[in-house]
């Protein structure tokens, strides 16, 4: 299996509602692209000096599956939302050795 990890940082001036939009629509890929086994969006809690806003975190079976769901078009147009009202991106891939 493959864990993707995404955290969105915010732009300062993004109101509330988009930001919720953002979530919203990002939870509904697991019903919309096949292949993803799990998938949790959640805002941060703590907000902490080293905070990020959003946290996204993915299961797909292998990178075919992660492969087809960065390619998919409602993906595209989240990520494309994401970038658009983010100050910074941070992503990582890995294999899930258990």
Known sequence: MLTHIV?????????????DEHVARLRRLASII?????????????SLPRSYDTGLVATFRDRAALEAYTVHPEHIMVADMGRN???HIASVD???ED
């Open 94 to 96: 890995f294999l899930d």
């Open 85 to 87: 009202i983010s100050e």
């Open 34 to 46: 096949p292949g993803v086994l799990r998938l949790n969006v959640g805002f941060d809690v703590l």
């Open 7 to 19: 955290i969105w940082k915010y732009r300062a001036d993004v109101e509330q509602a988009v930001r």
